[in-house]
Each structure stands twice: as C-alpha cells, then as structure tokens.
C-alpha cells in the first residue's frame, strides 16, 4: 500500500432507530460492533462502527442513527451501493437467511463477472453481497448463525452514482491512481493495485434519477485509506492543487480525516490507519462500552441518560 490511496477506509452512512440499526448489523448481518461513541459535533446522537475483529480498514460501516430524521433519496451526487465480499458459494446462504429473516433482497444478479444478492437494511440502504473473481483472504467475525463460511469479509467496493462520470473519474485516475478496468452499460469500474481488496470504485451515470437526498437509508460520506499523516497531507496538498476546497486534519481519535466534495457532489473523506480502535478499549472489549471523547467526558451521565437503549 506503500505512499498510495490504499482503497476504502469506511463508509459513513445515516439510520433512524439506533436499536433496529444495531440488531440488523450485528445480529442479522453477523458484523461486530467495533466502537460505540457519539457524533462529535451532536453528542445527543450515537456513532456506531461495525467491522471485523479489529475494525481493520476496508471493513468499516459507521452509521449516525438520527431517530425520526425521514427517508432519504438515492440519486445523484452520492454513494448509491455498499459491496461487501463474501466467501464463494455462500450467496445461497444469505439467500435463505433473508427469506427467512424477512429481509427485501434480490438473487441471481451478475455484474462484472461477480454473482451478487443485492438487499436493503431496514432504512433502506442498498447493499451488496459479492462473491468476487479476486481472491480474497480476510477473515470474517464470527457472530451466532454466521460462521466463516459465510460471514462478511470486508468492502469488495462502492458504487457511486452521478450525474456526469467525467470529473469524479479524473479524481480517481489523477489523484488516487486508481484506472479504468471496464466498463458495462453506464456503469464504469474502477480499480487500485494499491491494496488488494477494498480496492473498487464503481461509477454510475444516471443522470435521470435526480440528485439524492441525504437522510435515513443512504450514504453520508465514503472514506479512503492512507497508512499515515504525511501521506494524508501529501493528499491534502495534491487536491488543494486542483482547487479543491478540503477541510484541515481532523483528529477523529480513532484515525486522523480531511474531507473534500468531490467535483460529482459526494462527500469524499481520507482517513489514516492510525491510531485504530484499540486505543481506548481492549482488543478483546471493542465495542463493549459506550466510548466518549475527552470534550464529553464529563457530561457521560448526561449523554448517556438521553442516548436511546440498545437491549
Ligand atoms: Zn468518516
């Protein structure tokens, strides 16, 4: 991964109900709750992360639930799809799980070569499961009812849906090396050597769905992995260049974050792999224990008082 865009970090997306949200990702899904904290800049409001053992990068999804904010819209100028890679063969599983679950999902799709079973959560959010033709060695969470064989693995990759492909496509081929590797209909997939999975970006034009709404059921931000600060200022300073508005470094605790828009419209964050989740918690305890950040501290009582019950 070197000095490069080493594919997805996270992918931040917006909830209403915290407890349903938490229920389908952990015990649906079988991800584990990596950290539970707050929305920094509204602390009334829970930060979910759902990953793998550790949280590595490439298998994050935070969610912001927002109890009562409405129903987005996908369209244009946002992150439509989140592809997760899931271990070949297990697409019949998670099939028969949704069925039974009563979870809206689609089979038999394919896409790019790849057998994929596209559903929604439960506030709509559009999700993928990919048996992909790479190979692909990262290890599941084992949660009750998902074993390795068929438990997520990780970000296979993003769709983004725009309006005109053109000036996000040179974002990714220009600044973060990504290229073209093909193409079906107005679809467009996009691929780094950088790292070996997490490493996809899929640009749709459809300019007749309209731009999104940003509310319960689509994606807020999708975050990009670089090893370290220098390489994240490095990046700061080649987008900058291109004119680029792009926030400061922000210390995010768990890893350090700029954020630009990017020229499509969707909300682009870098984010480093130091210094991950197991600062505050144990490795063992990720996820265990509501974690503040040091501002909040000392209102814990208060904040904890008005966040919603998960159990
Ligand atoms: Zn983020």
Known sequence: MNNKIAGLHHITAIAGN??????????VLGLRMVKKTVNFDDPGTYHFYFGNETGAPGTILTFFPWEGIGTGRIGTGMASEIGYAVPIGSLGFWAERFQQLGVQHETNIERFGEKLLSFTDPDG???NLIEPLQDDQRKPWQAAGVTEKEGLKGFHSIVLTLNDIKATAEILTDVFEYRLQAQEGNRYRFITDAVENASIVDLEEAPELGRGVNAAGTNHHVAFRVANEDILMNYRAKIAARGLSITPKIDRDYFFSLYFREPGGVLFELATDNP?????ETAEALGS?????KQYEPSRAKIEAVLPKLD
Not at 18 to 27: I, Q, V
Not at 289 to 293: D, G, W
């Open 18 to 27: 915290a407890k349903r949200n938490y229920d389908f990702y952990t015990g």
């Open 125 to 127: 959010l559009k999700i």
């Open 276 to 280: 991950g989740f197991a600062t505050d």
């Open 289 to 293: 224990s509501l974690r503040l950040p």
